[in-house]
């Protein structure tokens, strides 16, 4: 079903596997494909860490519920993440206190530290094996411009009753750092697959849904040849479609970044750097994995460069990666992760600004407290529907226009809004520069928005 390449790496001739290091776990479950009409009280369009958490929250409800995904369960942008669990997000905080206050600030970071401990909770309860591990997380920066920021934000977080304690470790050499305890590492894709343990609800792979139509309080969802008849949609996928009337498009920017995995063994670390460039380390057993070389899609499309520049990093500090891959973040004008009713019978759950293990697992909750019609302090705090600043919109639409433009220039067109595919010669995917869909070497469909696959020609 999925294509995976050894790519040679021409810097220093090795030989790598060109995908995340969590896709070596096979599950050994395999979910049909749906070949029938049906229907259900809640649709969940999604199966990375979004709608499995949904699926999970949901597994004691009176609630008839069901859950479709295109491709594989997590193999999108679950499977692509650092794997990390924690409340020290680079300067996410500090632009979320900018957008909006230190009270609304706090209230995030509440969510995130509750979330946490819920994961760990859950992972306690159901016994599953992911390879939890608590660690220390640091936050640091070489850069001098950066260091009267960190020390703010180490008051904010320490009026918010968050132990931190300033650090130094010998492999960041001349950097400011510091360091919060309670936080953690685990195996996403282990995760996902241990919620699905006691799931009793029907779940449908390689199934796209490819248009809905609402009527008399239901919709109807359409796959290329059954239709699902429901009451409630929950947009879980990475990148939601059917949004044309909501603007989605010009309410966020999509942020690409590269990773590289290789065999290292050293202490247990999980760090990242304050702001650009940005920098993310941690290990993984005898493994160490590096983010770097993070950038908006729309305004740079050079793939091969960014590889190269990763490994070059990646050389300076001894490491010789046996993985490398990248991902696709969206990202919200005002730092806050999008989730809740777009309307009383539509439900989204998106924007994770990079932090979607965390956010992803709240989602579900979140997501499922309103199914449920029971109280949630967070659901105002990320509902669709607040005002998004004038700045942070025109922004969005800048970087967007940008990337029509340069999309509009290529071959093949992405089913989604017709932008053009930049073919990414390292993880061989055709990649829209607009939306960020993916599509495999073959044509199909490997990351939303489109839920359509191309036809790949020998030009």
């Not at 919620?195 to 609402?214: C, G």
Request: net charge neutral; with cysteine; proline share 3%.
């Amino acid at each position: 079903m999925y294509n995976f390449f050894i790519v040679f790496n021409t810097i220093n001739g090795d030989y790598m596997k060109h995908y995340s290091i969590w896709r070596e776990y096979n599950s050994k479950i395999l979910y049909p494909k749906l070949d029938h009409d049906c229907s259900c009280d809640v649709l969940i369009i999604g199966g990375g860490i979004t709608g499995i958490s949904l699926l999970y929250h949901l597994r004691n409800s009176k609630l008839n519920v069901m859950l479709v995904e295109q491709n594989r369960i997590g193999l999108g942008v679950t499977s692509n993440s650092t794997g990390k669990l924690t409340f020290l997000q680079n300067d996410l905080l500090d632009k979320i206190r900018s957008s909006y206050n230190d009270d609304i600030c706090a209230l995030y970071l509440e969510s995130q530290i509750e979330t946490i401990h819920d994961i760990c909770h859950v992972i306690d309860k159901e016994e599953i094996s992911c390879d939890l591990e608590r660690v220390s997380s640091s936050l640091f920066t070489n850069q001098e411009k950066d260091i009267p920021k960190m020390k703010k934000l180490k008051d904010f977080l320490i009026q918010n009753h968050i132990s931190v304690s300033l650090s130094k470790d010998d492999f960041m050499k001349n950097s400011y750092l510091y360091e919060v305890d309670d936080t953690y590492l685990f195996h996403p894709l282990k995760f996902l697959y241990g919620l699905l343990k006691h799931n009793s609800f029907p779940v449908y792979e390689d199934t796209s849904i490819l248009k809905m139509k609402y009527s008399n309080g239901f919709y109807t969802c359409f796959t290329s040849s059954n239709q699902i008849r429901c009451k409630y949609v929950v947009l879980a996928s990475h990148y939601p479609y059917f949004l044309k009337p909501y603007f989605f498009p010009f309410k966020v920017s999509l942020e690409k970044s590269y990773l590289s995995c290789s065999t290292y063994s050293r202490k247990p670390l999980s760090s990242i750097t304050y702001s650009y460039p940005f920098i993310s380390m941690r290990t993984y057993h005898d493994f160490f994995l590096y983010l770097s070389n993070s950038h908006s899609i729309s305004s740079d499309t050079s793939d091969v460069k960014h590889f190269k520049d990763l490994l070059k990093k990646t050389s300076l500090l001894g490491l010789h990666p046996d993985y490398l891959w990248s991902n696709i973040d969206i990202m919200t004008g005002d730092g806050l992760p999008i989730i809740g009713e777009l309307n009383s019978h539509l439900l989204i759950g998106t924007g994770y600004n990079t932090w979607g293990l965390t956010n992803g697992f709240l989602a579900g909750k979140i997501l499922s407290d309103i199914l449920k019609k029971k109280d949630n302090p967070y659901i105002s705090l990320f509902s669709p529907k607040r005002s998004f600043s004038s700045i942070s919109y025109l922004d969005s639409i800048v970087k967007n226009m940008s990337g029509y433009l340069k999309g509009f220039s290529h071959s093949y067109k992405c089913p989604h809004m017709g932008c053009g595919l930049i073919y990414n010669e390292i993880e061989k995917t055709y990649d829209c520069p607009c939306h960020g869909s993916r599509f495999d070497s073959t044509g199909k469909c490997i990351l939303s928005p489109s839920n359509q696959d191309i036809s790949i020609s020998n030009k």
